[in-house]
T-cell receptor, first 115, second 110 residues
Framework: DGGITQSPKYLFRKEGQNVTLSCEQN?????MYWYRQDPGQGLRLIYY???????QKGDIAEGYSVSREKKESFPLTVTSAQKNPTAFYLC??????????????FGQGTRLTVV | DQQVKQNSPSLSVQEGRISILNCDYT??????FLWYKKYPAEGPTFLIS?????DKNEDGRFTVFLNKSAKHLSLHIVPSQPGDSAVYFC?????????FGAGTRLTVKP
């Protein structure tokens, strides 16, 4: 079955710790994205990547880091520099514009809570 | 700077009537526009998209209209059903940079 998988579904972090959220897709998509959703708010872009070993900052990249060593994987690290990390994190993937349908497919999300 | 705006946080309609969800954008260089439906604690589900070179796209009960001169798009759902109740997000793509609006919560009453 093709799809995009985020893990874990729930994650708890102590203040001062770094944590890494996993995102894997087997849809052969080149573009991958990370968004953050806070209660009652929209999806804000953290980072996106169009190709292996390359990525661009979104609106709220501070306190986050990403890597794209493989086409299938785009992990997000929430560092201790992120002052308010408690949120719902969503990963998405899609074909590059002009190479397939425009739609993006989303994972089921990871809820991160700082304790 | 918010490039994609959904100014109505909520909308309530009667079952069988039309639902119209609106979205405005600021960047005239967007290539594609999309609509997604989302339930709490889940990832968004794609509904319908439109290229910037078109002004209308229809798929079953869902129609998206694009007015480039006004930098405005809308999603029409006809007829509305109680199962359509969810949060709807519009998104815009330029050079693979994909931005979302804040969402509109649609409630369809039986």
């Amino acid at each position: 079955d093709g799809g995009i998988t985020q893990s874990p579904k729930y994650l708890f972090r102590k203040e001062g710790q770094n944590v890494t959220l996993s995102c894997e897709q087997n849809l052969n998509h080149d573009a991958m994205y990370w968004y953050r959703q806070d209660p009652g708010q929209g999806l804000r872009l953290i980072y996106y990547s169009q190709i292996v070993n390359d990525f661009q900052k979104g609106d709220i990249a501070e306190g986050y880091s990403v890597s794209r060593e493989k086409k299938e994987s785009f992990p997000l690290t929430v560092t201790s520099a992120q002052k308010n990390p408690t949120a719902f994190y969503l990963c998405a993937s899609r074909y590059l514009t002009g190479q397939g349908s425009a739609e993006a497919f989303f994972g089921q999300g990871t809820r991160l809570t700082v304790v | 700077d918010q490039q994609v705006k959904q100014n109505s946080p909520s909308l309530s309609v009667q079952e069988g009537r039309i639902s119209i969800l609106n979205c405005d954008y600021t960047n005239s260089m967007f290539d594609y526009f999309l609509w997604y439906k989302k339930y709490p604690a889940e990832g968004p589900t794609f509904l319908i998209s439109i290229s910037s070179i078109k002004d209308k796209n229809e798929d079953g009960r869902f129609t998206v209209f694009l007015n480039k001169s006004a930098k405005h798009l809308s999603l029409h759902i006809v007829p509305s059903q109680p199962g359509d109740s969810a949060v709807y997000f519009c998104a815009a793509i330029r050079n693979n940079d994909m931005r979302f609006g804040a969402g509109t919560r649609l409630t369809v009453k039986p």
